[in-house]
């Protein structure tokens, strides 16, 4: 069964770090690009950042350029989205999922990120 | 970035009447590789999103076949022939032709 784990949200402060994680279980997690999508509270989804299967193509959305890092670590089977500069307009649900030839076949349950001061 | 945009934003349904949510994108899907990349997503209340429907009309596994996806080019729908209580959600429309991935706005769908 493939499972999707998301973990590292939680409250910080205008400007703050956070690094999100999602440990990755059930297929082979090296061969599939994946995803960061975010859910602000009551409103839809919206695109955060990409990664290729081997880490060496990433894109994201233009609002999180120059602020988000994407990153992968194929040997532990764990998706990352460092997060900086963060803005209250960041708040929301992180959610990681698995693309499959540009479909969003597995999701995770996703993670909050709260920012406030 | 692609535009995505769905219409009607609220879709209140009787039980056992069909429902329809159309999505237009702001330029054509179709990819250089001839395929068309457009999904549609279900979110029941308080879960994450699930995939129903890919490229344009293909069921995803487990999906009831009262779910139909339609349309080419930029124009697209989902029909659910006969709408459960088990479908109130919020359904969105995806396109991955073009980087960044985007989304409708979403389209709430309740029991009248």
């Known amino acids: 069964e493939v499972q999707l784990v998301e973990s590292g949200g939680g409250l910080v402060q205008p400007g703050g770090s956070l690094r999100l994680s999602c440990a990755a279980s059930?297929?082979?997690?090296?061969?599939?690009?994946m995803h960061w999508v975010r859910q602000a509270p009551g409103k839809g989804l919206e695109y955060v950042s990409a990664?290729?299967?081997?880490?060496?193509?990433?894109y994201y959305a233009n609002s999180m350029k120059g602020r988000f890092i994407i990153s992968r670590d194929n040997s532990k089977n764990t998706l990352y989205l460092q997060m900086g500069s963060l803005r209250a307009e960041d708040m929301a649900v992180y959610y990681c999922?698995?693309?499959?030839?540009?479909?969003?076949?597995?999701w995770g349950q996703g993670t909050l990120v709260t920012v406030s001061s | 970035d692609i535009v995505m945009t769905q219409t009607p934003l609220s879709s209140p349904v009787t039980l056992g009447q069909p429902a329809s949510i159309s999505c237009r994108s702001s330029?054509?899907?179709?990819?250089?590789?001839?395929?068309?990349?457009l999904s549609w997503l279900q979110q029941r209340p308080g879960q994450p999103p699930r995939l129903l429907i890919y490229?344009?009309?293909n069921r995803f596994s487990g999906v009831p076949d009262r779910f139909s996806g339609s349309g080419a080019g930029t124009d697209f729908t989902l029909k659910i022939s006969r709408v459960e209580a088990e479908d109130v959600g919020v359904y969105y429309c995806?396109?991955?032709?073009?980087?960044?991935?985007?989304f409708g706005q979403g389209t709430k769908l309740e029991i009248k």
């Open positions: 999922a698995r693309e499959v030839y540009g479909d969003y076949v597995n």
């Open positions: 059930g297929f082979t997690f090296s061969s599939y690009a």
């Open positions: 990664i290729s299967s081997n880490g060496g193509s990433t």
């Open positions: 330029q054509s899907l179709v990819h250089s590789d001839g395929n068309t990349y």
């Open positions: 490229k344009i009309s």
């Open positions: 995806m396109q991955a032709t073009q980087n960044p991935y985007t």
